[in-house]
């Protein structure tokens, strides 16, 4: 399969058309089928991938607007392949753990696949253009879902959600012009293809506007501190498989975009702006683990502790060395299993009980202990315990980062800390104690339609947690190549200090 | 002697006659005469200036604005006439349906 | 060989999931035994790798690559060398007691299952932690014990918060998170010094880190020294860290006397013995932990003088012992640290056994005030916790003579008088506490009547299982010379000056002196008949000493408290009053402009046609500007 790249997109793409015709009780094995599919496809370009490689492959390439120089470009590498089976994966699972009771399931899933399709093309995409065409549509299907299956100010939020992330784009959108203008009076002719930019050696100062011109993009879909408030709203109103897919794949878009973009097309401004970057990393990681604690609503806990943990990724980030780049990355998948396996354990007792305060509940780990045991690991990988798939990603970020600044790694250490503050109070506020609601006493625990959905992710957080070198290996050759690209490429005598090519990369040479 | 910059200024002066006409008139028919006070002050500079730079092309173009006002009125007119019969007046302040 | 040490290392990993099977059940007596086994099977395998290490020589293992990535390559390695196999069997030794004992202990818990599946996961971890051959190994074996204790502690999850005047430790579920948010801020240090570590040399393993130690700054030691200690005094519990141990007695008693006695807390004196080439270098922080840990000796001795709570005394006392074996480590006698943790950890998880027994006779009551002449009904028990209080005070000839009277001739050696005297004093306090609980348990009159408890002994398999520990409490110090001989193949040999050698026997002397003393008072005191003193117990000095310095109190009002209030602020204050706020203001401005110029669009055209006149002659003006700017 030459162009299975273009397959992974437009599957689902028909298949969501097709959904419009299909029956509407045969309309979820149909979604999970198609959703399988694509799922055991992604798996497939993992198993063709060659692992050694770290550049882009499966690469395909097709004249749109040849004037213009923008084209229907697709390639992969371990940076963004792993992402792509994630995003597979999760919308799987999240398809899989639908509620019976969902009005107009048959609309959901429909959109989800169209959210799939975005999600998957952006992860894909190597031109500018097209990158931005899926970026934007992604908006669209998760302004539908907030909007159409949320909760009581969903309207609220959904805008909100739309139209702060619609406003940052834009910004991000006049930086690509600019970066195809500069390219094509220097080369002479238009290209918005991302290899073709690479090669571009900007001057620093046109770097530094165009960092915070992409940075505003992505930074508010990161969401990056003081950017952050459209997020509680959306999983706060968002349903079960909306906050999921939010959490697990649409948020990694921004930190996605840190790595494709600002780090190879602006070294030297990247490094420039590593401080102010690592202090609102910092604010994010400390500010939002506290308001998490604060929190009255689980899904509010959960849906501020990925601000946290999405600011010790971007430490890793801006780590500028393989072992914190590569770590963010993986940090990125662990975040996103994670968290997405915290939305759907939310979502179930949601589900039974139709409410999400942790003051409602209480003991419930004697009630439902098979749903105590999952809520438990799984919150254990999200504090960071060695073993499961959540410290590898955090550990390694955090180290990268001590190379660039060990203080400021201190400070977002603090992560490892207040997380379990946080997550522990929430555990022993839901499942400790005695049971204290007369309704809470007979709940059920988990049904096999939940299980389906959240073993997977479980055995999935500690299989990598314990054996993450399939995974790592091909991040990191991927990584390394852009390090040593970046290097390269860096002309301040700043940005060459910093940036840390590995041991393997020089000895390679 | 008479030169390009009297065409221009009688073409200004006419142009910000029409101009005042526009704003200030509140009957349709007399709008409808500003504007074409306003035309032909542009035919005039394009005439002027046309024989100035030795070039046809403002001419034709003074040409072409007189057969499009003439189209123009026409078709105005019409309108205005079908207006009148529906609503009795000729008057701006009358209609004000697209009031944000 | 290789086999050896995984089937130790995996055995109790194998129990622990094949209980973890049943985990949901009601108790199945073949899950109790069966991770007994296992354990017992791992006991075996750790003796046969300390007797191979100690004919033939260490053994290495890799398992697996972990994480790769950049420079950084960590495996799944293990050393048993002749620190980690003393530490294995050790631990392998009371796990094995420890669960042949809880199947009695837990024998009526509907947890049963649950409970040997999380107690056989700490034994893992332990056994990860010491078999490590690199710090991030390490690592995981120290936040594997950590989330063990915290299973553990909260083992009876279910119960309610109660005040601090009701219960110390206000609920299980409490403490266990008590428990781990501290050890997690110590681990942060840890992580710190990894990082100097990895970023310095280059590697995480042991061996390379050690050989570069001469090759690094002094200022850069000192760092790594002291981060890594940071690390050290969170699992051991140090001063400041240590509020955490006396809570978690909310565990069961079979959890307090493997995890926070015999095995887990010892884990920052492992690392600090393990870490001894480095610590060997810096002798600044090396006496600044043996300053730290005198302090945590006679700061916990005097605590336990006043509690009446019986776990509590051996939890304070076990933080004692921790400060006696860090003052060790500190001052360089390494191999005496190790040899006061394998020694303590026998007593230590004997006692704390034997108390499982006691609250076992008195239906879970933990207050000695209410308990006394247990000696009739519980011959075994008492005999059992006389051996080890005997031990603990440093009787001769019990174990914990030889090797804290060797720790006190240390401190004697090294001139540090100060501490010499602090430990000296500790010593004697150890003794009277020790008795005092002995002697209010078992002799004295018998209170427990007139509160309606039938106490009675427990079963004679528990009694048994028992033995190995209290066989061990009496004869362990007798292998002293050969203990040394073993492990300074290892751990740096440390030899007494001639003038301390002339001393030694004074030494002795007054140590037994003042530790004899101090049961003397204790029997004089409590031996007869519970005496109390309203005017002591209402004085300032008996106050501070039971209400732990107020430390817990202080903590919670100067930081649990504020850090909450701070959340509630960043939450409803900043990022809604401000943060969002701010957002939302943006979006209002802009929806104000366009309300308020939606007037414009009065519907009528003459109006529209000023705005397009007005408009116009800007265009018109801005474009003559440009235009004789050029």
Redesign the interface.
Known sequence: MENILSVLIFFPLVAAMLGFVVKKDSIRVYGITVAAIEFLLTLWLWFSFDTANGGFQFIEFVPLISDFGINYYLGVDGISLFIIVMAALMTLLGIVALGENIKDLKNMIITLLFLEVAMIGVFVSLDAIIFYLFWEFSLVPMLYIIGAWGGEKRLYAAI?FF??TFAGSLIMLVGMLYIAYVYQSVAGVWSFSLTDWYALVLPISVQKWLFWAFFLGFAIKVPM??F???LPYAHGQAPTVGSVILAAVLLKMGTYGFVRFSLPLFPDASVAYILPVAVIAIIMII?TA??A???KDMKQVIAYSSISHMGVIMLGVFAM???GI??SV?FMLSHGLVSGALFLLVGVIYDRRHTKMMSEFG?L??VM??YA?IFGIIL?ASVG???TMG??GE??S???F??VS?VL??LG??S??LG??YM??LY?KS?????TKEENKKLHDLTGRELAALVPLVAIVIWLG????PV??P??NS??ALVAFMDQKAQTPEAKRIIHV???TKEAK | MIGLSHYLILSAILFSIGLVGVIRRRNLLMLFFATEIMLNAANIAFAALSSYMHDLSGQMFAFFIIAVAASEVAVGLGLLILLYKKYGSLDLDDYTMLRG | METLVYIALFAPLVGSLFAALFGMRPKTLWTGVVTSLLLFVSFLASAMLLKHVYTVGAVHAELMDWIVAGDMRVPFGFTVDEVTAVMMTVVTLVSTVVHIYSNGYMEHDKGFNRFFSYLSAFVFSMLVLVMSDNFLGLFIGWEGVGVCSWLLIGFWYHKPDVGRDVNPSISPSWAANEAFIMNRIADLGMLIGIFLIYWNVGSLNYQEFFAAVPQLSHGMLVLIGIMLFIGAMGKSAQFPLHTWLADAMEGPTPVSALIHAATMVTAGVYLVIRAHPLYSEIPEVSYFIAVLGTFVAIFAASMALVNRDLKRIIAYSTLSQLGYMFAAAGLGAYWVALFHLAAHAFFKALLFLGAGNVMHAMNDELDIFKMGGLKKVMRWTYTYMGVASLALAGIWPFAGFYSKDTILEAAFNEQSYGIWFVLWLTAGLTAFYSFRLVFLTFLSDERYKQYGFHPHEVQKYVLWAMFPLGLLAVIFGWWKEEFMAFVTRLLPAYEMSEHTEHMVWILIIVTMAIAIGGIVVAYIMYAKRLRRNERIEQSLPYRILSNQYYIPIFYEKAFAKPYAELSDIAWKEIDQQVVDATVDGIARVIEETGDGTRRMQTGNLSDYLKWMAAGALILAVLAIIVAMNH
């Open positions: 909100k139209i702060y501190f003081p952050h408030t459209w500010y506290m308001v604690y604060a929190q060395n393989p072992e590569t770590g993986f003991g780990a004697s202990p098979k045991v254990m315990l060695p073993l410290f590898v550990y390694l955090l180290a990268g001590f190379k060990p790694t201190l250490g603090f490892i800390i379990a503050v522990l109070s022993k499942f400790f104690g005695p049971v314990i054996y993450p070198k790592l290996v991040i990191d990584v390394k590995s041991r393997s």
